[in-house]
Nanobody, 116 residues
């Protein structure tokens, strides 16, 4: 099992940027994929971006070219750089770790609000 702690959310104007961080602790070697998900009010939680243990990345179409997922293995941290933010990006963003066993762990989430 691992523990995930997100940070970096906040209020930003349209067109602005934020960088979310997910600090990972515990049995890190058991993790296959790290992902960021978002959940807007009244909607299902959806994948935003993910990065595998080998560094391969995947993004939902709506954020391609604007968001970048990365990992710093020395700091055991996964980042989501979000640029050119839009009001429709407003949501709670969750960090997720998927193990080689296919089970997973969620963080508690961090709120991102894009509004003028």
């Amino acid at each position: 099992q691992v523990q995930l702690v997100e940070s970096g959310g906040g209020l930003v104007q349209p067109g602005g940027s934020l960088r979310l961080s997910c600090a990972v602790s515990g049995n890190i070697l058991s993790i296959y994929v790290m992902g960021w998900y978002y959940q807007a009010p009244g909607k299902q939680r959806e994948l935003v971006a993910e990065i595998t243990s080998s560094g391969s990345t995947n993004y939902v179409d709506s954020v391609k070219g604007r968001f970048t997922i990365s990992r710093d293995n020395a700091k055991n941290t996964v980042y989501l750089q979000m640029n050119n933010l839009k009001p429709e990006d407003t949501a709670v963003y969750y960090c997720h770790a998927r193990y080689y066993s296919n089970f997973g762990t969620w963080g508690r989430g961090t709120q991102v609000t894009v509004s003028s």
